[in-house]
């Protein structure tokens, strides 16, 4: 069984944006929050400077924004972190907005976690370990009356538990890069924040392999035990093909941070090549369908 995501018309529906200094060279990776009604979007941006910023934008159509003037987040004073903040993935969980982010510095990164009452003003919990880790990810619910949250070390998908938000155990692999030639040989990480559904968490990916391009697809794990993997399809579901998926700032990159249901629609916001934002959809059904048809 196949799936494609479908690329909307009206895609990609973000530019940098040459009137603001720190968002005029690239917009890209974003995570799209569905809250009060309104789309919610927070993504990476960079400047003449190259150093990342995190925006934000607002919607009512998960189509059309309207964006701060101002990056809601930026590097800190007194940590190392000049490169920027990268990558933002935002899940609400019992009444408040985490943000899971990259901070990276002239030498390493560091994987950051942060809350919000209002997705505006943002307040750092601290690092989620102090190695260097990336696509981390809470889930929206407590499992077994404990956090739990996806991480990388490369190049395997991670998870972890916690009962604070600042000290984490119970590290497992859940899931590895394929053997060689598989599209996701390489290195793996998650994406957006986990759906629940009926089947098990939908968790989406991406992955590349010897020739670096990036690519996406999904797998199902276990709603109580999320170190199980249910299912684990072969193939992906979304690969660089458009013009500006394919040159940009870093070449044949697919990346998303954020993958929504909307309505009976998965709307699968992501970034090609590190320069641009689109949309991509699939109706839910054929989504699950899929889903479960792996291994
Ligand atoms: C990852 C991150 C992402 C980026 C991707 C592809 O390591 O830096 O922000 O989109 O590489 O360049």
Known sequence: MELKLERHPQSPLMYPNPLHQWEAMNVFNCAVTQHNGLFHMH???QGVDFVSRIGYAVSIDGLHW???TDPVL???QGRDDK?????PRVTPLGGRFYMTYTAYGNNSFFPMIAQSDNLITWEDIGPFEKAENKDHVLFPEKINGRYAILHRRKPNIWIAYSDDLVHWDNHHVIMSPREDNEWDATSIGSNGVPIKTEQGWLLFYHGYGEEHIYRQSIALLDLNDPTKVIHRPRTNIMEPFEPWEIKGDVPNVIFSCSNNVVGDQLYFYYAG???LIGLATAPMQAVMAFAQSGD
């Open 273 to 275: 090549a590190d320069r």
């Open 66 to 68: 309207n964006r701060m």
């Open 83 to 87: 490169r920027g903040v990268e990558d």
């Open 43 to 45: 993504y990476r941006a």
């Open 74 to 76: 930026s590097p800190h």
